[in-house]
C-alpha cells in the first residue's frame, strides 16, 4: 500500500507564500512522476504543476511564474513553492507520485487566500 500525504497548507493573506510538501511512503521505492492538482468550491479539479522523471516541469498557465514543482529522490518527496498568492489560489491541494504508470493521491490539504 502507498501512502501520500501532504502537508504545509494553511490560511495566508494575498501576497503572501506556501511550500506544499508532499510525501509518498509504503510500497513505492521512486517516484516517476509527480502532479500537483487543485480543486475551488463548484469548479473542476485542474492540474497546477508537473514534474517527469527527466525533471521536466509544467505549470498551468494561472500559476506560472509563481508556483514552483520540485522533488527530492532521495525522500520521496514533491514540493510545491507558491509565491505571490492570489485569493483565487484557494482551493484543496492534491499530491499525485507515479510509479510504473500507477498513480497514488493524496487526500488533499486547504490552501485558503484571503485579502
Known amino acids: 500500500q502507498v501512502h501520500v500525504v501532504e502537508s504545509g497548507g494553511g490560511l495566508v493573506h494575498a501576497g503572501e507564500s506556501l511550500r506544499l510538501s508532499c510525501l509518498a511512503s509504503?510500497?513505492?521505492?521512486?517516484?516517476?512522476?509527480a502532479d500537483w492538482y487543485r480543486q475551488a468550491p463548484g469548479k473542476q479539479r485542474e492540474m497546477v504543476a508537473s514534474?517527469?522523471?527527466?525533471?521536466?516541469?509544467e505549470y498551468a498557465d494561472s500559476v506560472k511564474g509563481r508556483f514552483t514543482i520540485s522533488r527530492d529522490d532521495a525522500k520521496l518527496a514533491v514540493y510545491l513553492q507558491m509565491n505571490s498568492l492570489k485569493i483565487e489560489d484557494s482551493a484543496v491541494y492534491y499530491c499525485?507520485?507515479?510509479?510504473?504508470?500507477?498513480?497514488?493521491w493524496g487526500s488533499g490539504i486547504q490552501v485558503t487566500v484571503s485579502s
Open positions: 499525485v507520485v507515479e510509479e510504473d504508470l500507477e498513480d497514488y
Open positions: 509504503g510500497s513505492i521505492s521512486s517516484i516517476d512522476a
Open positions: 514534474v517527469t522523471s527527466y525533471g521536466s516541469t
